[in-house]
């Protein structure tokens, strides 16, 4: 079962730019599943496959779109760099998703017995978790919770119009390089592997071959540290169904859409990068 879980977050100090990547995001994450299970913590840091969690970049409650947000107008995307310390007493939101039961059950103690009062370390700053949100909320579209059974009985066998939006830079591996064209092949094989991983469905004959992208609105945007250049794509894609395509093969595809809130698509998806989902969900 996946879920998208929003903790909200109260800084007791300022949290300086460099302590807002998705490396120290990622640290923190650890630290929360070490704080109740220190074995899973330690397995989820070696791990090199592909894992049962992604992360967002920590956002501003309320905050209007900023420089590092999307240049396109009504553009869906989030904050994904800060140049500037968030100061403290500033309402923040990170959202965590979970694609798998065992890993969510795992965790059960921390979200049952969460302290508000308990500072949580991101670099120098303490953070305080206020609440989480795990249901759907008319302010909050990233959190949610549903069974794979449910996600998949759910979806249109009729919709024939698929609208993903990209909210963090997102890049797609091909072989030894990067990628950023949001092809059929990158966007929907990467959802199906996650899918098969994870959801028990099989789904044997994926009409990928259907899906033709008829709107277009991205751009690239490059985002750097002291490690490492990633470069991905912002903005909105519409792919049409066309050709002879079967109301099961149509009912995968929109599957496989609507899961893209819980498991994003492409690289780096446990720093933050690929979140996407879609505008229909």
């Known amino acids: 079962m996946p ?3 929003v903790l909200n977050l109260l800084p007791q100090s300022p949290i300086p730019p460099q302590y807002l990547t998705g490396r120290h995001l990622h640290a923190l994450f650890l630290t929360l599943v070490s704080s109740v299970d220190s074995t899973l913590g330690d397995r989820l840091h070696d791990s090199t496959t592909d894992k049962a969690f992604t992360l967002s970049p920590l956002q501003i409650q ?3 779109r900023g420089r590092y947000k999307s240049k396109i107008p009504n553009s869906q995307s989030l904050q994904y760099f800060h140049q500037q310390a968030i100061p403290a007493g500033t309402p923040c ?3 965590i998703s979970l694609l798998d ?3 969510f059950s795992q965790l059960t103690q921390l979200w049952l017995n969460l302290n508000p009062n308990h500072p949580w370390h991101l670099g120098p700053a303490n953070l305080y978790i206020t609440s989480i949100q795990g249901t759907p909320q008319s302010t909050q579209p990233w959190a949610n919770a549903i069974t794979y059974t449910q996600l998949y009985e759910q979806a249109s066998d009729r919709n024939t119009t698929i609208r993903l939006t990209f909210s963090t830079p997102t890049a797609f591996r091909q072989g030894k390089f990067d990628t950023t064209l949001p092809t059929r092949e990158c966007v929907f094989n990467s959802l199906l592997g996650r899918w098969h991983k994870y959801s028990g469905i099989e789904f044997s004959q994926l009409a990928i ?12 945007e490059i985002l750097a540290d002291s490690r490492s250049k990633f470069i991905g794509i912002l903005g909105e894609v519409t792919y049409r169904l066309l050709g002879e395509i079967e109301p099961i093969q149509i ?3 929109n599957a496989l859409s609507d899961f893209a809130l819980y498991a994003g698509v492409g690289r780096k998806t446990t720093m933050g990068m690929g979140m996407a989902r879609s505008l229909d969900y």
Do not use: A, M, V, Y
């Open 3 to 5: 879920h998208s879980l």
């Open 62 to 64: 309320g905050e209007e």
């Open 93 to 95: 939101w990170w959202r």
């Open 101 to 103: 039961d065992t890993l």
């Open 209 to 220: 071959e259907s899906i033709f992208p008829s709107f277009i609105n991205i751009h690239t």
């Open 251 to 253: 009912k995968q595809i």
